[in-house]
């Protein structure tokens, strides 16, 4: 019905922001959510900054990536 | 029967509608039994050994990318098809079909991306031709290459392929895909969201060395990690149990398929090769593989045992069936 | 999961709707259904944007798409979604011109860039994607971009949910409600389902510990017969939702009669353009004959978006029906129950 992925306000410009998904950003509209603040997590869907959700929704759903990290990351080659 | 007399976007993507539409148009009409196979090169018996023959086109929108560009592309995956056979390649051909009105400049940044690519190899691009077509006929450039390599030891096969195989990658997937669509989307990075596009054969060498009795060997490309082991266990008549929590992604990567709806199994690599080998080489494999450059995050994701398809265990303790999707994918909202 | 199997007494098997077309594929990637299969039976409902649009709504996209000089620009979800036999990528391999685009907003810079061309945007989705629509549409008007259209397709999901609860035959012991909608329009639209028809829900996320959650909190009120509406995505869907999103979606839509596929005509069940911005409206701009679709005979999808029947159980599952040859937009869509099901066909 609706994919949506947390990430952080890092800028505001007008009514876009820039938000930071973990290793990248991308521009995303902010009429949804006059309210919403730098720093601020939210929920982008469609490009479209549709909720706000905490850190903790953020680790959650980058949590998944904590495990695997640990089963690829390389011992330093002999 | 072809349903629709067009060729289609989806006919060109590595999906099914891919290998459907080179079956019911090429392989009936040729009937060339090196082509049947659908290996990535063509091995035909010479004095004093074996050679292996390849061909690839390369139509990549966009042509510039963070980490290569469409000229760097053709000559890696030419590599790594031969590499993909323990194929040293020797010699490489390209020819260019060019849009009238491209700029002499790109082209030029094209043609350094090959020079630059093909030495890595060791390999020689020894025949080349160049066609203009008027404005509006072609889409800026489009490269076809074909190459030859001399097979080390004998050539490697999915029919080669045991029960109780380990299943090693050579790195990271989904990254060419996820430089593609930071370009499409603007996406901002730091570091950036780079293509893995990169020649192996020097990898190969070294790991062929380490673990000589490496079964079969298959690049990744368009369709993903997830399109050639339904095709290696296809071809190689095994089941393949993978881990998926054992599949090394980049956080980067992970996220940018999370926000996009796409599935990074099925998402390209240029520059990632999957091996098939008995289990107790896979540790002097790793190792061999992750004193490469291309092959840092190296990992066993997975075992060969009887049966047909892919299965992989879910990160949650599930088991889901792994088959390929009709076509590449698209950004989804749902 | 374990938890939830072992407070289900023995013998009793629960009917479970994950209303949400993302959880069927986020169920289906965590590969559980078999695991809780002989103790939960996971029904897939109507909760797939793409599965819901009618027949004739596709076949009318796709006349719009071979009128000269139109733009199409559409999720990518539509691209493969059938309609007498024809889809948008058929239309594109004909000369139409066709985008798959991340965000509605896209269809604007389109549209300026393209000015002697008419670009018409595909709406679909649900309650979660039609204020990004709505927003289109004002920032559309505030540039006097006048080239730029919406064909409205869109849902509301509390009809199909009461048309679900009223439907006699329907056996669902509870309803796994989705995340994002709830994150838009709040807890209190979902009150009816257990204060009328006592049937207990779960607004719930998308996560693995979501989703484990979801089913534990349902299987709990369900056992101990405690219908109530609890909320296990609190940190995305505040009580209220998102009062200005629903105000913006507000301003530019309103309830419309819609034809839903599978379930056919609920009254208020879909969104059309107001009066106000009726010269967006691309059914006004484009006024085309109703083309009559051939309905595919035996395709019961209908049957699977109700959770009357597991896909598994339509005779052309897997057979006539495949993701190469898809009769119904449940197997065309990655998000469609049927999909979801033959993508990961568990093991």
Same mark, same amino acid.
Not at chain 3, 183 to 207: M, W
């Given at each position: ?9 890092? @800028? ?46 953020? +680790?959650?759903? @980058?949590?998944?990536? @904590? @495990? ?6 390389? +011992?330093?080659?002999? | ?40 090169? *063509? ?122 195989? *380990?299943?090693?990658?050579? #790195? ?98 240029? #520059? ?29 994701? #997975? ?14 303790? #599930? ?16 | ?132 629509? =709505? ?23 509390? !009809? ?71 909320? =296990? ?27 839903? %596929? ?37 395709? %019961? ?13 339509? !005779? ?22 049927? =999909? ?8």
């Amino acid at each position: 019905m609706c994919l949506a992925y947390p990430g952080k306000i890092v @800028r505001i410009e007008g009514d876009t922001g820039e938000v930071d998904f973990g290793g990248f950003t991308k521009m995303v509209n902010l009429m949804l959510m006059p309210a919403a603040k730098l720093g601020d997590m939210v929920l982008v869907h469609a490009g479209f900054a549709i909720g706000a959700t905490t850190e903790q929704d953020a +680790e959650e759903t @980058r949590d998944v990536l @904590r @495990r695997i990290d640990s089963a690829f990351v390389p +011992e330093e080659p002999r | 029967m072809l349903d629709s007399r067009l060729i289609r976007l989806i006919d060109g993507e590595g999906g099914r509608a891919t290998s459907r539409l080179v079956r019911e148009v090429f392989l009936e009409r040729f009937k060339s039994p090196s082509l049947n196979a659908l290996c990535d090169s *063509a091995i035909r018996a010479v004095r004093g050994g074996e050679l292996a023959f390849t061909t690839d086109g390369f139509v990549v929108d966009p042509l510039f990318f963070t980490g290569g560009n469409i000229g760097k592309l053709a000559i890696c995956g030419t590599v790594n098809d031969l590499s993909a056979m323990a194929a040293k390649p020797i010699m490489i051909s390209a020819a260019f079909i060019i849009e009238e009105g491209f700029e002499i400049e790109r082209l030029e940044r094209i043609v350094e991306g090959m020079a630059e690519a093909a030495p890595e190899a060791g390999v020689e691009i020894s025949a080349g031709d160049t066609k203009v077509v008027p404005r509006g006929k072609a889409d800026g450039i489009f490269i076809t290459t074909s190459g030859i390599g001399e097979v080390v030891g004998f050539a490697r096969r999915p029919e080669l392929i045991r029960d109780g195989d *380990a299943l090693v990658i050579s #790195g990271d997937i989904a990254r060419h895909a996820g430089a593609v669509v930071a370009v499409r989307e603007a996406l901002r990075a730091e570091p950036p969201i780079e293509s893995d596009c990169a020649p192996l054969w020097n990898m190969v060498e070294s790991a062929l060395e380490a673990a000589p009795q490496i079964h079969a060997m298959r690049d990744p490309t368009r369709g993903g990690l997830g399109g050639i082991l339904c095709e290696l266990a296809e071809q190689s008549e095994k089941r393949f149990v993978v881990e998926e929590s054992a599949i090394p992604i980049s956080p980067q990567i992970h996220n940018l398929c999370e926000l996009f709806g796409y599935d990074p199994l099925f998402m390209a690599c240029e #520059g990632r090769m999957l091996f098939a080998l008995p289990a107790e080489s896979a540790p002097a494999l790793l190792e061999a593989l992750r004193s490469s450059q291309y092959g840092r995050m190296a990992a066993i994701i #997975g075992r060969v045992e009887a049966g047909s398809g892919v299965v992989m265990n879910t990160r949650f303790g #599930g088991k889901r069936l792994i088959v390929e999707p009709e076509g590449a994918p698209l950004p989804r909202i749902c | 999961m374990q938890k939830c199997l072992e407070i289900i007494p023995d013998g009793v098997r629960l009917n479970f709707m994950e209303v949400c077309g993302t959880h069927t594929m986020a169920i289906a990637r965590m590969g559980i259904r078999a695991s809780i299969g002989e103790k939960i039976r996971l029904i897939s409902g109507p909760g797939c944007p793409v599965c819901v649009t009618s027949e004739e709504d596709i076949a009318l996209s796709l006349q719009i798409a071979a009128v000269k000089d139109v733009i199409i620009t559409t999720f990518g979800d539509m691209m493969r979604v059938p309609a007498g036999g024809k889809c948008l990528l058929d239309a594109k391999a004909s000369g139409a011109r066709i985008s798959t685009v991340f965000s509605p907003m896209n269809s604007l810079e389109i549209a300026s860039e393209n000015p002697n061309s008419k670009v018409v945007f595909l709406g679909v989705g649900f309650e979660t994607t039609s204020p990004a629509i =709505a927003a289109t549409v004002l920032r559309a008007r505030e540039r006097r971009i006048d080239n730029f259209f919406v064909l409205p397709m869109m849902k509301l999901v509390t !009809p199909a949910l009461r048309y679900l609860c009223e439907h006699p035959d329907l056996t669902i012991d509870g309803f796994i409600l989705p995340g994002h909608v709830s994150t838009i329009i709040g807890e209190e639209p979902y009150r009816f389902i257990p204060q009328q028809y006592s049937k207990p829900c779960v607004i719930t996320g998308f996560g693995e510990e979501d989703i484990a959650r979801g089913l534990l909190q349902l299987t709990k009120m369900t056992v101990e017969k405690r219908p109530s509406l609890e909320n =296990a995505y609190s940190r995305a869907v505040p009580r209220e939702g998102n009062q200005s999103a629903v105000e913006i979606a507000e301003r530019v839509f309103e309830p419309v009669f819609a034809m839903w %596929r599978g379930i056919g005509g609920l009254p208020l069940s879909g969104l059309g353009l107001r009066e106000e911005f009726k010269r967006f409206d691309a059914r006004a701009e484009f006024d085309l004959p109703q083309t009559e679709i051939a309905l595919e005979p035996n395709c %019961r999808c209908g049957d699977v978006i109700l959770g009357k029947i597991q896909p598994t159980q339509c !005779p052309q599952f897997g057979h006539k029906c495949l993701p190469t040859n898809p009769l119904g937009p449940c197997m065309v869509s990655s998000e469609g129950a049927c =999909a979801a099901y033959y993508k990961y066909r568990e093991v």
